[in-house]
T-cell receptor
Framework: NAGVTQTPKFRILKIGQSMTLQCTQD?????MYWYRQDPGMGLKLIYY???????DKGEVPNGYNVSRSTTEDFPLRLELAAPSQTSVYFC?????????????FGPGTRLTVT | GENVEQHPSTLSVQEGDSAVIKCTYS??????FPWYKQELGKRPQLIID?????GEKKDQRIAVTLNKTAKHFSLHITETQPEDSAVYFC??????????????FGSGTRLQVQP
């Protein structure tokens, strides 16, 4: 089991560029989440999905889009990158069927927008 | 929405001492309270969690206590070791109508254990 994987590990974008952050999990988890972590801060929820074809906004969704065409993949799209989107992005998954509520995090993508 | 406050922001202890980190939450419907440890440049790792039907939970040197009436919960680490040095985050959540469990995180505590 690879768990939750994210690509790329690092990326530098120019203002106005677009990119997709990839997230894949091989644990057959229904729930998936995208968080961002600004320097010295806790994580904030951007978007989440409770299953293939179902997505919804979290706390800080502006400037982002997501899709969930399969159980395994949950890509995060940044359109028109802005310096305020400089952050570390973590994807997480959760097994909705288990008694444990644990969210499993990917290794993160460090994004810099200049 | 939920608001989680965490104190202190930094904590320095001598090896072998105890460390206590405290969090308060605002949403009385929250019923799940995990604690995460994050080492520099790494992903958050769950170290212990507690649900609202339990007042205390212990796992070796780590314990968490929950006071639902006061809406606060605390992490206790005993016999601290240098490898306990990291940033610790508390979080609170409740199951929404959609089924998802939204975690609201505190701002983190940087724990430094001095050898």
């Amino acid at each position: 089991n690879a768990g939750v994987t994210q690509t790329p590990k690092f990326r530098i974008l120019k203002i106005g560029q677009s990119m997709t952050l990839q997230c894949t999990q091989d644990m057959n988890h229904n729930y998936m989440y995208w968080y961002r972590q600004d320097p010295g801060m806790g994580l904030k929820l951007i978007y989440y999905s409770v299953g293939a074809g179902i997505t919804d906004k979290g706390e800080v969704p502006n400037g982002y889009n997501v899709s969930r065409s399969t159980t395994e993949d949950f890509p995060l799209r940044l359109e028109l990158a802005a310096p305020s989107q400089t952050s570390v992005y973590f994807c997480a998954s959760e097994d909705s069927g288990r008694a444990s509520y644990e969210q499993y995090f990917g290794p993160g993508t460090r994004l810099t927008v200049t | 929405g939920e608001n989680v406050e965490q104190h202190p922001s930094t904590l320095s202890v001598q090896e072998g001492d105890s460390a206590v980190i405290k969090c308060t939450y605002s949403d009385s419907a929250s019923n799940y309270f995990p604690w995460y440890k994050q080492e520099l440049g790494k992903r958050p790792q769950l170290i212990i969690d507690i649900r609202s039907n339990v007042g205390e939970k212990k796992d070796q040197r780590i314990a968490v206590t929950l006071n639902k009436t006061a809406k606060h919960f605390s992490l206790h680490i005993t016999e601290t070791q240098p490898e306990d040095s990291a940033v610790y985050f508390c979080a609170a959540s409740r199951r929404r109508d959609t089924g998802r469990r939204a975690l609201t995180f505190g701002s983190g505590t940087r724990l430094q254990v001095q050898p």
